[in-house]
């Protein structure tokens, strides 16, 4: 199991900045990378974010590049979501997930974000 848990969430005016956290514990040697999500009111979820367990790889969706970005401090089983020039359409609630391998019998592996946060809002004023 792996338990999530993230901070850094809160109101700012457009053109601000927040950085999330999303801490990791319990058996954070499953994961094999982190992602972060987020769900706007009468919205679908969507990912956002998503970095490999080394940081050798990441992704940002087109709405936040240039403005977001996602680093991972592997000492301190530790995401974070770095928000800049924030606008009203960035409000939601924010998820981290941990995105684990699944293998099973005969089949090649699959890669699943198995394990979340309880979300952190974020509210941005125009």
């Known amino acids: 199991q792996v338990q999530l848990v993230e901070s850094g969430g809160g109101l700012v005016q457009a053109g601000g900045s927040l950085r999330l956290s999303c801490a990791a514990s319990?058996?954070?040697?499953?994961?094999?990378?982190m992602g972060w999500y987020r769900q706007a009111p009468g919205k679908q979820r969507e990912l956002v974010a998503s970095?490999?367990?080394?940081?050798?790889?990441?992704n940002v969706t087109d709405s936040v590049k240039g403005r977001f970005t996602v680093s991972w401090d592997n000492a301190k089983n530790t995401v974070y979501l770095q928000m800049n020039s924030l606008k009203p359409e960035d409000t939601g609630v924010y998820y981290c997930?941990?995105?684990?391998?699944?293998?099973?019998?005969?089949?090649?592996?699959?890669?699943?974000?198995?394990?979340w946060g309880q979300g952190t809002q974020v509210t941005v004023s125009s």
């Open positions: 970095i490999t367990r080394r940081g050798t790889s990441t």
């Open positions: 997930a941990a995105q684990v391998i699944k293998q099973r019998l005969g089949y090649p592996p699959t890669y699943e974000y198995a394990y």
């Open positions: 319990g058996s954070v040697f499953l994961v094999n990378g």
